[in-house]
Each structure stands twice: as C-alpha cells, then as structure tokens.
C-alpha cells in the first residue's frame, strides 16, 4: 500500500502563508497525479488543486493565492497557500493516483489530512 503523509498544517491569520507538503511512499511504478483536497466541517470534500501530466487545475476559490507543485524524483507534492481567508479553514488531504508493481489499473490513496486553521 502507498502511504501519503501530509504535513505543515497549523493556526494562522488571516492574509497569511502556509505550505503543505505530502510526501508518498511505498513501492510503485509511478504516480500519475496528486492533488489536494480539503474538507470543512459540514460540508463535502472538494478539490482544491491537482498536477497531472505537468499540468495543475485549481478550485476557483483559491486560484491566485494557492499554488502546487510537485517534485517527482521525491514523490511528493507541495501546496503553498497565500493570502489564506477564515472560509479556508478545513482538514487538507493529499491524494495521490499510482501505478502499482503487481498491479493491473491505477490505485487511489488519501492521507490522513492536516488541519489547516485560519482566524479572523
């Protein structure tokens, strides 16, 4: 199993920075995508931002402020979270979409999350 393990989240103010990082691990052949996800209290998981292919997409609600990154040779992907708002307060989970030795089709995996707190 692939193990995705987030870090950098905490308690900041408004207009402030943070950066997450996720690191993957475990054996596989690649990683063909991983993006970031956050959940509110109450409400759904949505997409915050994804690289692929050297591609990334962004939710509208954070384009301009939050930026992804990834470097390949470390498996891992960086989210860096600028001018961050109260309404972005959530638990952020990495995600990652592997190929896997052994096995046939793509496997999705998800961190645990890192909270991510901004005040007012």
């Known amino acids: 199993q692939v193990q995705l393990v987030e870090s950098g989240g905490g308690l900041v103010q408004a207009g402030g920075s943070l950066r997450l990082s996720c690191a993957a691990s475990?054996?596989?052949?690649?990683?063909?995508?991983m993006g970031w996800y956050r959940q509110a209290p109450g409400k759904q998981r949505e997409l915050v931002a994804l690289t692929s292919g050297g591609r990334t997409t962004y939710a509208d609600s954070v384009k301009g402020r939050f930026t992804i990154s990834r470097d390949s040779a470390k498996n891992t992907v960086y989210l860096q979270m600028d001018s961050l708002k109260p309404e972005d307060t959530a638990v952020y989970y990495c995600?990652?979409?592997?190929?896997?030795?052994?096995?046939?089709?793509?496997?999705?995996?998800w961190g645990k999350g890192t909270l991510v707190t901004v005040s007012s």
């Open positions: 475990g054996i596989m052949f690649s990683i063909n995508a």
């Open positions: 995600n990652a979409d592997a190929s896997l030795v052994g096995v046939l089709n793509p496997v999705n995996y």
